[in-house]
């Protein structure tokens, strides 16, 4: 519970800093969102519409979805060619805050990351989706966007580990591979007859809020972060950040 504290704490701290940056970050957010949004919208209602087994909607959402829980900010956008992540990094160590302050903070900050964008995101989604609409009631709507904001929570455990253990450029090639890894898992469920969008959409219809996959994914999701978080702490402890 002290832990959680120190973290919402820090958390609160940098907003409130410097107030133009923060406006230039949700600036940067809300254009980003509407791009992904929009892109994922034209491509994801046209196969909904026609109920096309295509691994394209798959590819766009297990490689978009995990993408919500970032802050879209300065040091985000360059952490390859400054290693930002590395350098917030060695500032925070050289402040009497344990590990698990500083990744407990994280995490507060991609579940809020994951709120602001997956609201952004789905929101665009399904205003410019018609069939959306016309398939999903609202309640049918927002387990399906929770159903694959759960998927985002088991890969961003993973985003978070790469950020922490290691270098912008590591970083980059780390994320690429996991880019890679979504197409190849798409490919194979095609392969196999099967679309994960289309079986969202299926089971958030049938069962709303109730849906036993969104439960399971928002569960699957909380323990990869914690895994996730205790093996970053362990590996912290003999990270060199010089």
């Not at 791009?35 to 026609?50: K, Q």
């Not at 959306?132 to 985002?152: H, N």
């Amino acid at each position: 519970m002290r832990t959680l504290k120190d973290s919402w704490f820090m958390l609160r701290s940098d907003f409130r800093g410097d107030k133009l940056k923060i406006l230039g970050t949700l600036v940067i957010t809300v254009i980003f969102m509407c791009y992904l949004g929009g892109m994922t919208s034209l491509v994801a209602n046209d196969v909904l519409g026609e109920q096309d087994r295509t691994m394209i909607t798959d590819f766009l959402f297990l490689s978009f979805i995990p993408l919500l829980g970032l802050t879209f900010s300065r040091r985000s956008m360059k952490y390859w060619s400054e290693d930002s992540y590395t350098k917030m990094l060695v500032y925070l160590r050289t402040l009497p805050i344990p590990a698990a302050v500083i990744l407990s903070r994280r995490k507060l900050q991609g579940v809020g990351s994951f709120i602001l964008n997956g609201t952004l995101f789905f929101g665009i989604v399904y205003l410019l989706g018609g069939n959306f609409r016309t398939e999903l009631a609202v309640p049918s709507y927002i387990a399906f966007a929770i159903t694959w904001l759960g998927f985002g929570f088991m890969v961003s455990g993973l985003y978070i580990f790469i950020e922490y253990l290691f270098s912008g450029k590591a970083y980059l090639w780390l994320t690429l591979l996991i880019v890679v890894l979504s197409w190849g898992i798409s490919f194979l469920v095609t392969l196999g007859g099967g679309n994960l969008f289309l079986y969202s959409i299926s089971y958030s219809k049938e069962w709303g809020l109730l849906s036993p996959i969104m439960w399971g994914s928002l569960l699957l999701g909380t323990i990869s972060v914690q895994l996730f978080s205790k093996w970053t702490i362990h590996r912290l402890k003999s990270r060199n950040l010089v």
